[in-house]
């Protein structure tokens, strides 16, 4: 069975501090996503990545950046936190190719909030 | 811009009734379709999918979904609802070929025992 491990569950952290969100999958999947999900919008893409090093800006990339140097992990930086930021941050995974049928794999999310 | 409609977002009903939520989606060509499940506390996790063949499709714990094409729609159906089935229920939506999917603003289901 697939697994996406988010690195923390809680987080808080002050105005202006950088923030890691960590998410690693198991199943070698080449797509991996970050979403913020906030009450009454749903999940809004902030980023994907479709290969290691490659990324691209999803609906809401403003304040955010990525990383993805090794296949299995997706990182999610804030460069400076701010309160508007805090949320629940969702990591996912799919199998990609042309024959793709599988559908997204999430982590149990991170709460960050800001203060 | 492609998008998925969920137009309930908030659903009270009591054990025993019966439910569904509506979604509609914008994409012209092929489509695939997603019910996801978020109960409290929990991941998000799938309830059924549509790729292609029987319009219907039927998922885990009783839910089943039916694929419109004339009317761009992917509605979600449980005959009897029960206490447990209290969750946050997202549609989402992608198109043929592409790997990015597209989710609707979720429908929060609080059912009474």
């Known amino acids: 069975d697939v697994k996406v491990t988010q690195s923390s569950r809680y987080l808080v952290k002050r105005t202006g501090e950088k923030v890691f969100l960590e998410c690693v999958q198991d199943m070698d999947h080449e797509n991996m996503f970050w979403y913020r999900q906030d009450p009454g919008l749903g999940l809004r893409l902030i980023y994907f990545?479709?290969?290691?090093?490659?990324?691209e800006k999803g609906d809401i990339p403003e304040g955010y950046s990525v990383s993805r140097e090794k296949k299995e992990r997706f990182s999610l930086i804030l460069e400076s936190a701010s309160t508007n930021q805090t949320s629940m941050y969702l990591c996912?995974?799919?199998?990609?190719?042309?024959?793709?049928?599988?559908?997204?794999?999430f982590g149990n999310g991170t709460r960050l909030t800001v203060t | 811009a492609q998008s998925v409609s969920q137009h309930n977002h908030h659903v009270i009903l009591s054990e025993a009734a019966s439910l569904e939520l509506g979604c509609n989606y914008s994409y012209g060509g092929t489509v695939n379709l997603f019910w996801y499940v978020q109960y409290p506390g929990q991941h998000l996790q799938l309830l059924l999918k549509?790729?292609?063949?029987?319009?219907l499709v039927k998922g885990i714990k009783g839910f089943e979904a039916e694929f419109i094409k004339s009317k761009f729609s992917f509605n979600l159906r449980k005959p009897s609802v029960q206490w447990s089935d209290t969750a946050e229920y997202f549609c989402a939506a992608l198109p043929g070929g592409s790997y990015i999917p597209t989710f609707g603003r979720g429908t929060s289901l609080i059912v009474h025992p």
């Open positions: 549509y790729f292609s063949g029987d319009p």
């Open positions: 990545s479709y290969d290691v090093k490659m990324k």
């Open positions: 996912a995974s799919i199998q990609g190719g042309i024959s793709y049928n599988s559908p997204l794999h």
